[in-house]
T-cell receptor, first 109, second 118 residues
Framework: GQNIDQPTEMTATEGAIVQINCTYQ??????LFWYQQHAGEAPTFLSY????GLEEKGRFSSFLSRSKGYSYLLLKELQMKDSASYLC??????????FGSGTQLTVLP | GAGVSQSPSNKVTEKGKDVELRCDPI?????LYWYRQSLGQGLEFLIY????????KSGLPSDRFSAERTGGSVSTLTIQRTQQEDSAVYLC????????????????FGPGTRLTVT
């Protein structure tokens, strides 16, 4: 079966750094995705990891450890517009993605 | 078009009625996915199309749900005899796939259809 866990809510201050963790147990592994979803909007792609290590893209970085079934999304220099839900998703042995329930991040001034 | 489009954006229907939701994927994207998102929840996979065929229908919650795709483009998701528990946002996504590898074929999502069954 597929199981993806991430915290339900997180709060951080503008300008700070926040790390959102995701652990997974899936049948097969063909990559892990992070999506950002603002309220009432569609999810938008942030990052993709298939090999162990850190992928950096501007203020956002994503890390993967396949042996531990663990990933994190790191957001630096937080801005108010970063307040959103962050979805961890894993592609197992099939093509579709299995999503976690999302982490609602609130950035405070 | 520039992105994935879905219609209608909102649908309110009475319990027991049938509804049809439409998805227009990004031109050239061969893979199309339907997901359902209930309030405050993650995305629940429903069905996946590669071209016009659906190799994975495992996520469809019941036989009241069906989907088709024609011409390798537009897809419709039909829910028969709607129930209140069908109320959710139905999201469609498309991706480019080629060859046999999966690659980093990120899925591009449409704005969704908010379905409310009263």
């Amino acid at each position: 079966g597929q199981n993806i866990d991430q915290p339900t809510e997180m709060t951080a201050t503008e300008g700070a750094i926040v790390q959102i963790n995701c652990t997974y147990q899936t049948s097969g592994f063909n990559g892990l995705f992070w999506y950002q979803q603002h309220a009432g909007e569609a999810p938008t792609f942030l990052s993709y990891n298939v090999l162990d290590g850190l992928e950096e893209k501007g203020r956002f970085s994503s890390f993967l450890s396949r042996s531990k079934g663990y990933s994190y999304l790191l957001l630096k220099e937080l801005q108010m517009k970063d307040s959103a839900s962050y979805l961890c998703a894993v592609r197992g042995s099939a093509r579709q993605l299995t999503f976690g329930s999302g982490t609602q991040l609130t950035v405070l001034p | 078009g520039a992105g994935v489009s879905q219609s209608p954006s909102n649908k309110v229907t009475e319990k027991g009625k049938d509804v049809e939701l439409r998805c227009d994927p990004i031109s050239g994207h061969t893979a199309l996915y339907w997901y359902r998102q209930s309030l405050g929840q993650g995305l629940e996979f429903l069905i996946y199309f590669q071209g016009n065929s659906a190799p994975d229908k495992s996520g469809l919650p019941s036989d009241r749900f069906s989907a088709e795709r024609t011409g390798g483009s537009v897809s419709t998701l039909t829910i028969q005899r709607t129930q209140q528990e069908d109320s959710a946002v139905y999201l469609c996504a498309s991706s480019y796939t080629s060859g046999r590898g999966l690659g980093s074929y990120e899925q591009y999502f449409g704005p969704g259809t908010r379905l409310t069954v009263t």
